[in-house]
């Protein structure tokens, strides 16, 4: 069964603070995702990785960046925490691009 | 820029058919899909249609699609309540709409 895991559920930080989200998917996709779910907003991409190593911008990348190191793990750093990055937070895969994508269950997080 | 708009609730009786529906401007999508959230969880893929498509049907869902006027429709017959949930359409390029949060009422 196809599975995309996240590392936290919940997590509360504070204002400042530098913050790891990690994400590890078992399908051997070559695409990874990062979106924020915000109410009335849907889904915004941050960034995208298409191969380890590689990365694109997505629609919101400011204050955001990412990390490919292994082709199963793909990682957002929040370098200085604001408040306004209070959101749900959550990962995808696929194989191709423009092929369905794979969800994890998301990391509610809180900036205070 | 490329846009998906969905209205943001939706309210049946149970029993009922609900209609959920997105309008979209990229017409470059080979696919275009309709994921289900439920409550705490992420996104799980509910359909999907071929952009050379106008319908199609698995089981209870059937899915529209207008390319001329680039609308989109996920109809449920017979809507239970476990069908409460928030649906997403998405085309090819990473776009998501806003969501349509469905309830049922019993």
């Known amino acids: 069964d196809v599975k995309v895991t996240q590392s936290s559920r919940y997590l509360v930080k504070r204002t400042g603070e530098k913050v790891f989200l990690e994400c590890v998917q078992d399908?051997?996709?070559?695409?990874m995702f990062w979106y924020r779910q915000d109410p009335g907003l849907g889904l915004r991409l941050i960034y995208f990785?298409?191969?380890?190593?590689?990365?694109e911008k997505g629609d919101i990348p400011e204050g955001y960046s990412v990390s490919r190191e292994k082709k199963e793990r793909f990682s957002l750093i929040l370098e200085s925490a604001s408040t306004n990055q209070t959101s749900m937070y959550l990962c995808?895969?696929?194989?191709?691009?423009?092929?369905?994508?794979?969800f994890g269950p998301g990391t509610r997080l809180t900036v205070t | 820029g490329e846009d998906v708009e969905q209205s943001l609730f939706l309210s049946v009786r149970e029993g009922d058919s609900s209609v959920i529906n997105c309008t979209y401007t990229d017409s470059s999508s080979t696919y275009l899909y309709w994921y289900k959230q439920e409550p705490g969880a992420g996104l799980q893929l509910l359909t999907y249609?071929?952009?050379?498509?106008d319908m199609k049907q698995d089981q209870r869902l059937t899915v529209l699609l207008n390319k001329k006027d680039k609308h989109l429709s996920l109809r449920i017959a017979d809507t239970q309540t476990g069908d409460s949930a928030i649906y997403f359409c998405?085309?090819?390029?990473?776009?998501f709409g806003t969501g349509t949060r469905l309830k049922v009422l019993a």
């Open positions: 249609i071929f952009s050379n498509m």
């Open positions: 995808a895969s696929s194989f191709d691009q423009g092929l369905e994508q794979y």
């Open positions: 399908m051997d996709h070559e695409n």
């Open positions: 998405a085309g090819c390029k990473y776009i």
């Open positions: 990785s298409y191969d380890v190593k590689m990365k």
